[in-house]
């Protein structure tokens, strides 16, 4: 287990450092457009993964056990913090989502991720008997998903919302949580989600340009375009590291959630292909660390947080390829992120420690778990 | 944790990558081409590299515009921070001398960029090549600097602020100077700021052609400063001057009183900018008595002594007055013109019918484009005999009834005392490259013959008289002779002649036997003097005397004056620059003058010598070692020995020889 610890701390470490010379690429002409540096940009970034190392080494020393005890404290701390930013973040791109502590301002939702997923793990754990019963068990569970989800909705955030969803159905699957249950009301949330989707201005517009540009043939919008542009750019070897042309502002926010892009055209197919094969050793890491976890809670924290990173790259990538409508979701260890960074780091030091803990404890549990939930 | 679950999902997520992979081939290496086209084409822009202008000299390679690399300063205010303006106002302070208080007005404009310093100097922006703040850039903007000024300024003209001629030369020869730009692509941002240059695309700009004028600085000067004192002295209006080399058509110098500075053409009025000696016209007074008069000599209607009565001042003719300023009884001819009798030679003038004048004064030029090489010329007007009252021969005989620009009475003069060729006026001698490689040699261009040669030795004699003992003798000088013709004409004002304001002239040509220079001098409305002969004679006289004594043994070993007709003649380049139709008879009188030269005399047989002047006739005839008689004048109509019948040595030919008609050379 003290392997694939290494591998996933290592694996974040290397993308974490491909990341902070992206980020200095993407971003330099931003920056000397707007602050008068070429590291305006690059410097912050630098300051937050070197916090993040720092951070993801002191959770992985953390013993994962202790989080039991705060979940239930913390999950409805959240809830007030996020029904709290609904009424005081100031609003950007027409979304309350931050909240300004004066030295560090953060997203609600990036905290309230980790903390549902710990939540979830939890219970799970502990309502694994009544899992099957539908109001005694499952209802339990599907309460949490449906405020926290709800409220990242509200501010409106509704692509963190909607992967948040996502992500929980994925754990409750996992968990051993009955089929029925799980389609009956994906499919209810799918509608509600639709109409809210539908509701929100600046969602709908993104999602119908989607609609609209793929139905005829075209890109969704300028960004999507411009990402294209540079992916294309690429080729197979691409232009080089730092010789992206279509960082020259370009392509808005480059060295943000379409760092992609830039990375395509520096390093081409071969990069971006060998990037997206460390999220996938990550996530099978992940998924190892989960299976060979002590204990419940540990398998389902592990694979949650795996499962979390994994999709938000996926999600990441997607929309920089223009397959699915656009979304404000950073690329994990990558993109220029500010505190999201720093949250991931924390989720990855347990992960760490959750692999510490069963390398640890040799005692095979995998049994227990297949006798106690059935296929 | 549920196994078969779990594999589901890593099933699921290998999908979901293997999406992303398969997308991104298709994004990156498939659609590749297409997206690094697109993607080219918003990162980079071709940007024009200006050619640099051709440079243009006199006649002597005297440099007189060139171009100075000018460097203008812009700021992007977008872009500078308020603690980058102090340090550019500081900087800018510093090297151009203004105080920082201008620079920070200038930045505190609402535009978007401005520009800070136009056309800073080199030795200026050299001083400014390390200092580098966001937002601050520049661009290279030429400045045509006119080395002299207010020099030769109606011939050089000027250039726009697109760089391109507006007058003179300039406009004339625009494209020739200016060359081909190149371009070069530049990679830029979303922006539009330049990053960095691709230098295996770049077109490199081809330099404009330069031009050497004909026209000698020296000269010119002479004719500027003589002008401008003349106008001051005898308190005209204005003054246009044009010194031409009558052997060629060249200009030597062309004036106008007042002058602009090319270097800043924007602080003068168009008014003060527009070339007067090509452009406005007057009624050239008796200083078109000479052509009259060659008219009547050259068909042998008036010999000089032929008397005439100059009714002593006043005559009626018609029921109008014709008045002379100087009352005389008997004139002889030749004195017509020394004591330029209007009278007299309105009289004389009666001999010669009307579309035979009017012939040869269109053969002259008037009432046509010279066709020299500069912008804006005018044409004049001359009317045709059929639209002429009783009156309007006699009043055209001493220059009134009629407009002329001051350059067509040059050209004219030139062909009237060269021996008879009308030259096409021409400012500019070549076009060269850089290295001084000839791109286009202009050669002289006749256009045709007016008079014949011993016509044009006889008006030179009656124009020598003039300066000795007539009009002009305000014009004379000590060690060299000079023929020329005053005029005097009543300016017409709102349909009536003024008494008050004349247009005075006069046109001089040195060594009269022999001309060399043809200088035409023509004062606007002198209020000292009045008359050509006491106003524009003196003028001419100081110029004459500064241009002798520049260069004394150029006009002293003068030829005898029976100069051969056509000594200097070279063939017409059919292809000079000109643009304006050329007469057809250009190209015949090229040819005769070739077929003298080309004669087969070893062939023994008899050549056609149709269309030869008289006096090449007489030179294949001698040349075959035949007698020859010549019957008449002019051009050889026919000839005793039939064309292509072999030679007797010592026969006689007899050539009959007629005038050349005229009809249709020069109308159109």
Redesign the interface.
């Known amino acids: 287990m003290k392997k694939l610890a290494v591998i996933i701390f290592f694996d974040a470490f290397i993308l974490m450092l491909l990341g902070l010379i992206i980020v200095m690429s993407a971003s330099s002409?931003y920056s000397?457009?707007k602050f008068?540096s070429l590291f305006h940009l690059f410097n912050y970034h630098f300051a937050k993964v070197v916090v993040g190392i720092a951070c993801l080494i002191f959770f992985s020393a953390i013993p994962y056990e202790i989080y039991k005890k705060f979940s239930k404290a913390a999950i409805i701390a959240i809830t007030f913090l996020l029904l709290l930013t609904l009424f005081i973040a100031p609003e950007i791109k027409g979304a309350g989502r931050w909240i300004n502590l004066g030295f560090f301002s953060f997203q609600p939702a990036d905290i309230a991720k980790l903390i549902l997923i710990i939540h979830l793990a939890v219970l799970l754990e502990v309502k694994k008997d009544v899992l099957q019963n539908y109001k005694e068990g499952f209802l339990y569970l599907l309460f949490w998903v449906i405020v926290i989800a709800g409220l990242v909705l509200a501010q409106p955030n509704v692509s963190n919302g909607v992967l948040l969803v996502f992500v929980s159905f994925?754990l409750l699957?996992?968990?051993?949580a009955k089929l029925s249950h799980l389609l009956v009301t994906a499919l209810g949330c799918l509608i509600f989600a639709g109409i809210i989707a539908m509701t929100i201005a600046h969602s709908r517009e993104r999602i119908l340009t989607f609609i609209h540009a793929a139905q005829h043939g075209g890109t969704a919008n300028i960004q999507v375009k411009q990402a294209?542009?540079?992916?294309?750019?690429?080729?197979?070897f691409g232009v080089g590291m730092g010789h992206s042309?279509?960082s020259?502002?370009?392509l808005p926010e480059a060295y943000g959630d379409f760092i992609f892009a830039i990375l395509?055209e520096e390093l081409?197919?071969l990069g971006?292909?060998i990037v997206?094969c460390c999220?996938?050793i990550l996530?099978?890491a992940g998924?190892l660390v989960?299976?060979k976890a002590k204990d419940?809670f540990g398998?389902?924290l592990a694979?949650g947080i795996t499962?979390s990173v994994?999709i938000y790259a996926?999600v990441n990538?997607?929309v920089a390829?223009?397959?699915v409508p656009t979304t404000g979701l950073p690329l994990p260890f990558i993109s220029y992120g500010g505190t999201s960074l720093i949250f991931l780091c924390i989720s990855v030091g347990i992960l760490i420690n959750i692999a510490f803990s069963s390398a640890a404890v040799k005692k095979p549990i995998?049994q227990n778990?297949?006798e106690t939930?059935p296929? | 944790?549920?196994?078969?679950?779990?594999i589901w999902?890593?099933i699921f997520?290998?999908i979901?990558?293997a999406?992303?992979?398969a997308?991104?081939?298709d994004?990156?290496?498939i659609?590749?081409e297409?997206?690094?086209y697109?993607?080219?084409r918003?990162?980079t822009i071709v940007e024009k590299i200006r050619a640099d202008r051709g440079l243009i000299y006199d006649r002597n390679n005297v440099l007189l515009a060139y171009n100075r690399n000018d460097v203008s300063f812009f700021l992007d205010l977008r872009?500078v921070?308020n603690k980058?303006k102090i340090k550019i106002a500081k900087k800018f302070s510093s090297v151009f001398g203004e105080t920082i208080r201008h620079y920070e007005d200038l930045m505190d404009a609402s535009g978007k960029t401005i520009c800070i310093e136009k056309k800073a100097p080199s030795e200026k922006s050299n001083l400014l090549k390390n200092f580098k703040v966001?937002g601050l850039f520049h661009r290279e903007d030429p400045t045509r600097v006119y080395y002299y000024k207010d020099l030769a300024s109606y011939v050089l003209g000027y250039v726009g602020s697109d760089y391109h001629g507006v007058d003179g030369v300039s406009k004339y020869y625009d494209n020739v100077l200016s060359g081909q730009d190149g371009s070069m692509v530049v990679?830029?941002?979303?922006?539009g700021d330049m990053?960095t240059v691709e230098e295996k695309e770049t077109k490199p700009a081809v330099p404009g052609i330069s031009l050497v004028l004909t026209i000698d600085k020296n000269y010119q000067q002479i004719l500027e400063e003589e002008l401008n004192e003349g106008v001051k002295k005898y308190g005209g209006k204005s003054a246009a001057g044009i010194i031409m080399d009558p052997n060629n058509g060249e200009i030597l110098a062309l004036a106008n009183s007042g002058g602009f500075n090319p270097n800043k053409y924007w602080s003068y009025s168009d008014t003060a900018r527009r070339d007067r000696a090509i452009t406005d016209t007057y009624e050239p007074g008796s200083t078109f008595k000479s052509f009259s008069m060659a008219a009547l000599l050259d068909k042998n209607l008036v010999n000089e002594n032929d008397e005439v009565f100059a009714e002593n001042g006043k005559y009626k003719f018609e029921n109008v007055f014709i008045t002379d300023a100087h009352k005389s009884g008997w004139l002889s001819a030749r004195q017509v013109i020394e004591e330029s009798s209007n009278i007299g030679m309105s009289k004389l003038t009666q001999k010669i019918d009307d579309d035979t004048f009017y012939k040869y004064l269109r053969a002259f030029g008037f009432g046509n484009y010279t066709s020299i090489d500069l912008p804006g010329e005018v044409s004049g007007m001359l009317r045709k005999p059929n639209v002429w009252t009783p009156v309007s021969k006699a009043f055209l005989s001493f220059g009134y009834g009629l407009s002329v620009t001051p350059i067509q009475i040059a050209t004219a003069y030139c062909a009237l005392v060269n021996g008879g060729i009308l030259y096409q006026p021409q400012v500019v001698k070549k076009e060269i490259k850089r290295d001084g490689t000839i791109v286009e040699q202009d050669n002289p261009i006749q256009v045709r013959r007016v008079i014949s040669a011993a016509t044009s030795a006889r008006i030179r004699q009656l124009l020598i008289d003039v300066v000795k003992e007539g009009t002009g003798t305000e014009a004379s000088l000590e060690n060299i002779t000079i023929g020329g013709k005053t005029g005097t004409s009543q300016k017409l004002i709102d349909g009536h002649y003024s008494k008050e304001f004349y247009n005075s002239s006069f046109v001089g040509f040195f060594p009269a036997e022999n001309p060399k220079i043809v200088c035409l001098i023509l004062v606007n409305s002198p209020t000292v003097g009045r008359y050509g002969g006491l106003v524009a004679a003196p003028i001419f006289k100081n110029v004459a005397e500064r241009i002798i004594s520049m260069n004394p043994g150029n006009f002293e070993n003068y030829q005898s004056p029976n100069q051969p007709e056509g000594q200097d003649f070279k063939i017409v380049n059919a292809g000079n620059t000109n643009n304006k139709p050329a007469l057809s008879q250009d190209k015949e009188l090229s040819n005769t003058i070739n077929q003298s030269n080309n004669v087969d005399i070893k062939s023994g047989l008899m050549p056609d010598l149709s269309n030869y002047s008289l006096r090449e006739a007489i030179s294949v005839i001698s040349r075959l070692g035949l007698k020859c008689k010549i019957n008449g004048s002019g051009k050889v109509v026919s000839q005793s020995i039939t064309p292509g019948i072999s030679i007797h040595k010592g026969a006689l030919c007899v050539v009959v020889c007629k005038e050349p008609d005229l009809v249709g050379a020069s109308v159109y």
Do not use: P
């Open positions: 002409t000397e457009f008068d994925m699957y996992v968990g051993g294209l542009l540079g992916l294309g750019s690429g080729g197979i042309l279509q020259n502002l370009f395509g081409g197919f971006s292909v997206l999220y996938l996530f099978l998924i989960a299976k419940k398998q389902l694979f499962m994994t996926f990538v997607a390829t223009g397959l995998n778990i297949n939930v296929a | 944790m549920n196994n078969s679950r779990a999902i890593i997520v290998f979901a990558f999406t992303l992979v997308r991104l081939f994004i990156q290496i659609r590749s297409e997206l690094k697109y993607a080219k918003q990162q872009m921070s980058n966001a990679l830029r941002d979303a922006v990053i």
